[in-house]
Nanobody, 125 residues
């Protein structure tokens, strides 16, 4: 089992950048697919990005492609979400999530069993 704690959220103007971090406690971090989701007020939680077990493969949602990237450092039990060219519509609570599935292509909430508490990102126009 793993516990996840996000950090790095905050307020930024449109066009700015933030880097979110998610630190995992527990064993065998490299056995987990890690992902980022976000939830804006009044909207459902949506997939943002994921990274494979050892990090060489990543995928991002169409809405953030070209602006957001994700990576991980298994030696530090940490996954990152680098967010550039932020837009007001990126405003949301951002969550990191983990799954021990052997599948990589996981994009729904029910695919992930471990969740952080979330960190607020607010982008002003």
């Amino acid at each position: 089992q793993v516990q996840l704690v996000e950090s790095g959220g905050g307020m930024v103007q449109a066009g700015g950048s933030l880097r979110l971090s998610c630190v995992a406690s527990g064993r065998d971090f490299s056995n987990y697919i890690m992902a980022w989701f976000r939830q804006a007020p009044g909207k459902e939680r949506e997939f943002v990005a994921r990274v494979s077990w050892n990090g060489p493969r990543t995928d991002v949602a169409d809405s953030v492609r070209g602006r957001f990237t994700t990576s991980r450092d298994n030696a530090k039990n940490t996954v990152y979400l680098q967010m550039n060219s932020l837009k007001p519509e990126d405003t949301a609570v951002y969550y990191c999530a983990g799954s021990q599935s052997s599948r990589y292509d996981l994009e729904t909430e029910r695919d992930y069993h471990y969740w952080g508490q979330g960190t607020q990102v607010t982008v002003s126009a």
